[in-house]
C-alpha cells in the first residue's frame, strides 16, 4: 500500500541525515535482512537440542514426531506467555510501590487518588471501613500481590467481566487462576513432550492472556492511577520538534511510571534548574518516548517525540544529553547510535541491562535522590553538545482519556455512565467502536497503517479508542486533536463536537489496553447493546504489531469476545489448521477471533462489515452515513462540505458569505 519507510516527515528527515552520514538504522537493518521465511510462519521448533527442526514438507514431523501444528501453536502460545509475563511483572513492580509506599518506605511517593483506591479496594473485596488511607493502600497492594501467586480458584478481576462471558470462561475452563500460574503453565505445557495437541496449548493461551488482560495489566493500570492520579485530558503536544535547542534534552523512554515519574519531579527542581543553567543551558526539557511517554503525555503533558521505530533516530538530532531507560521497548541499538553522538545511555531497571550503557539502578525506597542523580548526568552532558539537526514538526493533541473520564464526559459527574454512547451506537450516529493498537514494525511502513485504519474507521463513524505507539503515530497526524472531527463521519463528528473531544480518543500504554476491556464490559453491561462484549459492533486492531506483548493483547481481547485482526502474515501460517483454528475456531468457542491481514484496506472492510453484521444481530437500525450530521448549525454545516485541506483556510467572515449568512 505504501513504498514509503515512514510517513512521519520527522523520521523522514532524520532518517536521510542517518543514512547520509552512514549510520545504521532499524530501517537500514530491515532492509538489508529479510525475515527468516521458516520461522515467520511458525514452522521452525527449536525446544530441544535434536533440533531445531524445520517443518516445511508436508506432513512431517520434527525427530520427535511433532506435527507443524504442535509446533505452530506452542510457538504461538509463548509469544503469549512472553506478553503476559511482560505486563504482569510490570504490574507486580507497581503493586510492589504502592505496598512500599503503604508501609512508609518510599517517602518520595503518595496517594494521588484515594476515590480510585477506594474503588479498586471495592473491586478486590477489600473492606474498607474505619481503616485509614495508607492502610486500605496496604490491603490493595498485598491482595494484587496475592494474585500473582494465586494456585486455584480464579482472579479477582474476572468479576468485572459479563456474567455472560464468565460463564463461556468457566465452560471452556479458560477463566484464569493465578497470573504467575497461567504463565508456568505455557512454559510447562510447551516443554518438549507435554502438551501435543494445538486446541488445547492455544486454549490455555487464552487462559494466560486473560491472566494478563483481565490482571496483570488491569492491576497495574488501577495501581498507577492510585499512585500518580486518574489520567483526565489535557493539551500536550508530539514529535520531534519538541526537542529544545537551548536546554537540556533528557528523554524517558521505556514503560514503568515509577522511574519516570521521579524524573518529572527531578527536572523540575529549582537546584536542578539553576545546576542546568550554570552550564549554559537556559533550563530542562523532559520529553518521551514509547509507552512511557504514553504514562507522562497523560497525566503531566510532557511532550512524547517518537515512538518504537523513531527512537534511534531522535537521537541523530544531536541534541539528546540523556536517555534515560527502564523496560520494554528499548533498541540494543540505542548504544551504537549513541556512541555516533554526545548522548549518554542510563539504564535502571535489574531487569534490563544493556551492554555500552551506564547503569544506574533505580529503586522506589530513594527515588528522588537516584532521579536527580541522573538527571545530573544529563546537564553535566550539555557543554559536549555539538551541531544539532532538530526536525521542526510538531503536532497537538488531547491526551488523557481514562476510562473513568469517558464515563464522566458522557454522563457527568453524578451520573457518570455509558448510557450516551450506547444510544449513539444504538441510533447508528455512531456505526460501532474501535481499539486501534500496538506497536510500528520495521518490516512495513512506519506509522502508514495506523494513520490508514484510524481515518478509514471515524471516516465511517467508528470512535476509535487507541494506545501505545499506535497512540503516538496517530498524535503526529492530528487525530487526536478536537479539530480532528472535521475527518470523522457526520454521526462522530456531531458527537464530538457536542462534547468537545476528539474521534480518537488516546486512553494510555500498552498496559492500559485493560481500559478498553473495563469500557467494553461496561457497554455490554449498561443495556441495548446486548449482554456480552461479543455482541458489541466493535473491533480490535494492532496494524503495525512487532512484540509478543502484542500477540498477549490481541489473544485477550479474543477471549474477550473481540475480532482482532493485526497486521502482518499469519506467524502460525504453517499450519492452515492452526491459523483456522485462532480464527473460525476461536470465534465459535470464544466468540471473538483472530485474523493476520497484512493489507489495511482488506482489514478495514473486513471490520465494517463485522460491525455491521453485529448491528443487524442485535437488530439495530442499519447505519446510514446520511441519516446524522444534518444539524442547523450554518458553520459546521458548510465546514462538513468542505474539502478537509479547505477547512481552515477561511475566517468567519468568509464563511458567513459562503453560507449567505453575511
Ligand atoms: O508497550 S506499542 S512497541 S512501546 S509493545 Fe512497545 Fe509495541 Fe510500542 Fe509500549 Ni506496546
Not at 551504537?336 to 525506597?365: C, D, W
Request: hydrophobic share 40%.
Amino acid at each position: 500500500m505504501n513504498d514509503k519507510r515512514t510517513i512521519d516527515p520527522a523520521t523522514e528527515e532524520m532518517l536521510e541525515i542517518a543514512e547520509a552520514a552512514g549510520i545504521s538504522t532499524a530501517f537500514s537493518r530491515a532492509a538489508a535482512m529479510k525475515p527468516c521465511p521458516i520461522g515467520d510462519k511458525g514452522a521452525c521448533c527449536k525446544i530441544c537440542s535434536m533440533g531445531p527442526c524445520r517443518l516445511v514438507k508436508e506432513g512431517q514431523r520434527g525427530v520427535c514426531g511433532a506435527t507443524k501444528e504442535t509446533v505452530a501453536a506452542r510457538n504461538f502460545a509463548r509469544m503469549i506467555a512472553a506478553g503476559a509475563a511482560a505486563h504482569s511483572d510490570h504490574g507486580r513492580d507497581m503493586a510492589l510501590t504502592l505496598l512500599a509506599v503503604a508501609e512508609g518506605e518510599a517517602p518520595d511517593y503518595e496517594i494521588r487518588d484515594e476515590k480510585k483506591l477506594l474503588e479498586v479496594a471495592h473491586l478486590l473485596g477489600i473492606e474498607t471501613k474505619g481503616l485509614e488511607t495508607l492502610e486500605i493502600a496496604k490491603s490493595v497492594a498485598e491482595t494484587a500481590l496475592a494474585q500473582f501467586g494465586q494456585q486455584k480458584g480464579e482472579l479477582l478481576y474476572v468479576g468485572r467481566a459479563p456474567k455472560k462471558r464468565r460463564k463461556i470462561w468457566h465452560d471452556l475452563g479458560i477463566a484464569p487462576r493465578g497470573i504467575d500460574r497461567e504463565v508456568v503453565d505455557i512454559m510447562h505445557r510447551t516443554h518438549a513432550g507435554n502438551d501435543q495437541w494445538y486446541d488445547s496449548i492455544l486454549m490455555a493461551g487464552l487462559r494466560t492472556a486473560l491472566a494478563d488482560g483481565w490482571s496483570g495489566s488491569m492491576l497495574s493500570t488501577d495501581i498507577t492511577d492510585i499512585l500518580f492520579g486518574s489520567p483526565v485530558p489535557l493539551a500536550a503536544k508530539v514529535n520531534m520538534g519538541m526537542l529544545s535547542e537551548d536546554e537540556v534534552n533528557i528523554v524517558v523512554h521505556g514503560h514503568e511510571p515509577t522511574l519516570s515519574e521521579m524524573i518529572v519531579v527531578a527536572v523540575n527542581d529549582p537546584e536542578m534548574i539553576d545546576y542546568a543553567k550554570s552550564k549554559g543551558a537556559k533550563g530542562i526539557n523532559l520529553t518521551g518516548i514509547c509507552c512511557t511517554a504514553n504514562e507522562t503525555i497523560m497525566r503531566q503533558g510532557v511532550p512524547t517525540i517518537g515512538n518504537f521505530l523513531s527512537q534511534e533516530l531522535t537521537i541523530a538530532t544531536g541534541a539528546i544529553e540523556l536517555m534515560i531507560v527502564d523496560i520494554q521497548c528499548i533498541m540494543q541499538a540505542l548504544v551504537p547510535m549513541a556512541e555516533q553522538f554526545h548522548t549518554h545511555l542510563v539504564t535502571t531497571s535489574p531487569k534490563a541491562y544493556i551492554e555500552g550503557a551506564e547503569h544506574i539502578e533505580f529503586n522506589e525506597h530513594h527515588a528522588l535522590e537516584i532521579a536527580k542523580q541522573i538527571v545530573k548526568r544529563g546537564i553535566d552532558n550539555y557543554p559536549n553538545r555539538k551541531k544539532t539537526h532538530i526536525p521542526n514538526v510538531t503536532n497537538d493533541l488531547v491526551a488523557g482519556f481514562s476510562h473513568e473520564y469517558i464515563n464522566y464526559a458522557l454522563g457527568g459527574y453524578f451520573r457518570g455512565s455509558l448510557r450516551p454512547l450506547n444510544d449513539a451506537v444504538m441510533s447508528g450516529r455512531l456505526r460501532g467502536v474501535a481499539g486501534v493498537v500496538g506497536c510500528n514494525n520495521a518490516r512495513t511502513c512506519h506509522d502508514a497503517a495506523h494513520d490508514y485504519i484510524t481515518r478509514e474507521l471515524i471516516k465511517n463513524d467508528v470512535l476509535v479508542l487507541m494506545t501505545g505507539c499506535g497512540a503516538i503515530a496517530c498524535a503526529k497526524f492530528g487525530l487526536l486533536s478536537p479539530e480532528a472531527a472535521k475527518y470523522a463521519g457526520p454521526g462522530l463528528r456531531e458527537i464530538c463536537e457536542t462534547i468537545g473531544i476528539p474521534p480518537v480518543l488516546h486512553v494510555g500504554s500498552c498496559v492500559d489496553n485493560a481500559r478498553i476491556l473495563t469500557t467494553l464490559s461496561q457497554m455490554a453491561t449498561e443495556g441495548g447493546l446486548g449482554e456480552d462484549i461479543s455482541d458489541i459492533p466493535g473491533v480490535g486492531f494492532a496494524p503495525e504489531w512487532m512484540s509478543e506483548k502484542a500477540i498477549s493483547i490481541a489473544s485477550y481481547f479474543v477471549a474477550s469476545g473481540v475480532y482482532t485482526i493485526m497486521g502482518s502474515d499469519s506467524p502460525v501460517s504453517n499450519s492452515p489448521i492452526v491459523d483456522r483454528f485462532i480464527s473460525a475456531d476461536w470465534e465459535e468457542r470464544v466468540g471473538g477471533k483472530l485474523e493476520f491481514i497484512a493489507d489495511p484496506e482488506e482489514a478495514v472492510a473486513k471490520a465494517l462489515k463485522h460491525i455491521d453484521e453485529k448491528r443487524k444481530a442485535l437488530g439495530l437500525v442499519e447505519y446510514d452515513p446520511n441519516r446524522f450530521g444534518q444539524s442547523d448549525d450554518w458553520q459546521m454545516d458548510l465546514v462538513m462540505s468542505l474539502p478537509p485541506e479547505e477547512v481552515n483556510l477561511y475566517s468567519y467572515a468568509e464563511m458567513a458569505a459562503k453560507a449567505g449568512k453575511g
